[in-house]
């Protein structure tokens, strides 16, 4: 190993460099968030947690921490890197209420900013935010989910009466999992076919009050309950079904096509699909703040572990009495450290999103400049790859802590099967992973043309042959020392040391772009068969022939993004005691990743046989010297102690006093293998 790492590392100075840009905002929810009525509560029932978790939203508002995205007229900050971070931070506290204020300010409150006009914000942004106006955002229905273009739900103009007339033909067209629907929402932002004088012209969205002052469903709307489910049980989804309700023409969200009262329609642009792309493109805050919450469980979840790791005692070592930490063990370290190592990278990964995406949308919403339609495509399409990498991440990782907790892991009062169960949802919610990853992969592959189509859909076979990008990789925002990095690796493969960054930066990418050629020349083999007389192939058939590798490409994509954003942030940690820790930990996310797919690196030449073991033991190696640091790790993430609301940490202290005077005794030849009283139960218990 040429990497030596100091014996401590301060765990502030590696919170500085991970609280990143808006450290001012998570220093403030440190200090002032840590309100009991925002953590969990274990054991309550549907209604009881819907119920506190809507006073635990109002008191939120009150806070005025919810509205650092909002426009500064309104009260609001105009702050969308600040309003994700906040997002994020709400994250270590109750899912439920982070997903509760994600509906009510981040999909209902952000639809009617970016997709309204002034006059309708003014009427209603800041009841919005105050929570005094609950509301909810009706996307989906519950026949069509991902292919959001194809909802069924009409909202139809009537120039006599200048009103649309919006309505569910039929029980597929209902708007289904809406949250805030089944119990607070008193108005919905309905997203629907807009008609009018005859012509479809695409997904529109409205503003539709739901519920009347008194509670009661308003006329012509059908509000249903989507019941218990796995998890976010304070969260209130509802289905939504619309009779005939008529809707006036100024609650149409109009920044992205108008309707005048004679029926007009007008749009800046003209594209129906494009239009449509365009508006959920502005919507792009949610992916970011779901990916970025799941990853706060993650941390939560390793934090957990990882301490009840240090104290938890399984097993003696042949001929001694001291049982030993199960921190101790090597499999123990192969399951925590290299998911650690990988929440790091994502994390560096999601602070790049964020501030591009911050950087993206005040150009345009705050200073007003032109849409920079290339930038905005990259980050629709860096939304969705960290969306679907930290939500996988989270649900693998979470389950992990579980079983590393043992017993103690499924008890609820440990807050891990929380965890588990509110985040489940997350690869689903804000675009399924698997479609996410198919617009991945179709950004990568049209290289971000200005060619829109359903996700399915894959667009036209033409596209094939009109495809005459390169396949060079676009570099991330580390580009220049990435370069130097790939360009400084000496000699052959197979004789560069595994630690070089430059080596590992250069499998990662080598894979990458082996995928996309190989997806590209399979499309291309099978468009040719589509004009052969005695094969034709559909286009469906064409591009659905080669869905697993066009995934895998989308996959080693965001790999590569994650580890170009983790080596850019160990470049710019100044403490060097910190970035030395980092370093290692940088290597160990290269390394463990390139493991984990060492059959692909064998199979196509850039491991040989000696090598790939070579890998395994310098994984090895790398958690052999990580190990003293893993507590430092998860001290960096700066979880107040009062959010965890996990007992087994609670009583960490405890456990820690008992074990140190039970092996003092030990030591001192006078120790027994039973319990005593000087340690819990807890660990010196036999297996059931
Ligand atoms: C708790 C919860 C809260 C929600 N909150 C809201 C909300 O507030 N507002 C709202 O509008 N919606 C909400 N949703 C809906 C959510 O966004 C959708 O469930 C999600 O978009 C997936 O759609 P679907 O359920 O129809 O699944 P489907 O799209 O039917 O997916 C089912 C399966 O098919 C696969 N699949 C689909 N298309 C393809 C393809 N092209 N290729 C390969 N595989 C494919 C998927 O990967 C998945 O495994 C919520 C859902 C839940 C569960």
Request: proline residues 4%.
């Amino acid at each position: 190993m040429t990497n030596s790492l100091p014996t401590s590392v301060d765990p502030e100075a590696l919170r500085e460099v991970l609280d990143g840009r808006w450290a001012h905002v998570r220093r403030d929810a440190r200090e002032n968030l840590g309100d009991r009525d925002f953590l969990p509560v274990y054991g309550e029932t549907m209604q009881e947690a819907r119920e506190r978790v809507t006073r635990a939203a109002k008191k939120l508002a009150d806070s005025g921490r919810v509205g650092f995205g909002f426009p500064k007229e309104f009260g609001g900050e105009a702050d969308s890197g600040a309003s994700v971070t906040s997002i994020e931070m709400l994250a270590f506290a109750d899912l439920s209420l982070m997903v509760k204020a994600g509906v009510q300010w981040g999909l209902f409150g952000g639809a009617l900013e970016l997709l309204g006009n002034r006059r309708q914000h003014e009427k209603y942004l800041r009841d919005v935010m105050s929570f005094d106006l609950p509301g909810c955002f009706a996307m989906t229905e519950t026949g069509h989910g991902s292919d959001v273009q194809q909802l069924r739900t009409t909202c139809t103009y009537d120039p006599a009466t200048e009103t649309f007339d919006l309505h569910t033909p039929h029980q597929a067209a209902r708007k289904d999992y809406i949250g805030n629907a089944a119990k607070d929402g008193r108005m919905a932002v309905v997203f629907a076919q807009l008609v009018s004088r005859g012509t479809n012209h695409g997904v529109h969205a409205w503003l539709v009050p739901i519920r009347n002052e008194d509670g009661t469903p308003c006329d012509g709307v059908t509000i249903g309950d989507d019941g218990p489910k796995a998890g976010l049980p304070g969260v209130d989804n509802g289905r939504l079904s619309f009779d005939h309700v008529a809707v006036p023409r100024d609650m149409l969200l109009d920044r992205y096509g108008q309707v005048a009262a004679d029926g007009t329609y007008t749009s800046s642009i003209e594209n129906e699909t494009r239009r449509f792309f365009t508006m959920l493109g502005t919507l792009v805050r949610g992916r970011v703040s779901v990916g970025g919450s799941a990853s706060s469980a993650t941390k939560l979840a390793l934090d957990i572990a990882v301490r009840y790791g240090n104290v938890r005692r399984q097993f003696a070592a042949p001929g001694e009495e001291r049982e030993i930490v199960i921190n101790d063990y090597l499999v123990h370290q192969r399951k925590l450290l290299p998911a650690l190592a990988k929440t790091y990278g994502l994390h560096f990964a999601q602070g790049t999103l964020v501030e591009t995406m911050h950087d993206v949308q005040t150009a345009v919403h705050v200073h007003g400049e032109e849409v920079d339609e290339a930038a905005q495509r990259e980050l629709e399409s860096r939304a969705a790859g960290l969306k679907v990498a930290q939500t996988g991440h989270a649900t693998a990782t979470i389950q992990m802590c579980r079983e590393a907790c043992g017993g103690a892991g499924y008890l609820q009062e440990n807050r891990l099967p929380h965890l588990k169960a509110d985040t489940d949802v997350f690869t689903t919610f804000e675009g399924d992973n698997t479609v996410l990853l198919q617009l991945v992969a179709k950004g990568l592959l049209t290289g971000y043309r200005d060619t829109f189509g359903s996700l399915d859909g894959w667009g036209r076979v033409g596209f094939v042959a009109d495809m005459v990008r390169e396949t060079v990789l676009e570099r991330t925002a580390a580009r220049a020392l990435i370069a130097r990095l790939i360009d400084a690796v000496p000699g052959r493969d197979d004789e560069v040391p595994m630690l070089d960054r430059g080596w590992q930066l250069k499998m990662f990418e080598f894979r990458e772009k082996h995928s996309l050629e190989g997806a590209i020349r399979r499309l291309r083999k099978n468009s040719t068969m589509e004009t052969h007389p005695t094969h034709p192939m559909t286009p469906f058939d064409m591009f659905n022939d080669v869905q697993d590798h066009v995934l895998k490409t989308a996959q080693t994509h965001i790999d590569r993004v994650v580890l170009e954003a983790f080596v850019a942030g160990v470049d710019r940690t100044e403490d060097p005691a910190a970035r030395a820790l980092l370093d290692t930990v940088c290597d160990l996310y290269a390394l463990s990743t390139i493991e984990a797919d060492k059959a692909w690196f064998l199979e196509h030449g850039r491991l040989t046989a000696s090598r790939a073991k070579l890998l395994t033991s310098t994984v090895n190696q790398l958690l052999k010297e990580l190990r003293p640091h893993m507590t430092t790790l998860v001290d960096a993430f700066a979880i107040p102690a009062g959010w965890k609301a996990a007992q087994i940490l609670e009583e960490e202290a405890d456990r820690q006093e008992a074990m140190a005077a039970r092996d003092a005794e030990l030591r001192a030849g006078t120790g027994q293998d039973t319990p005593d009283g000087t340690a819990t139960a807890l660990e010196v218990a036999p297996a059931q």
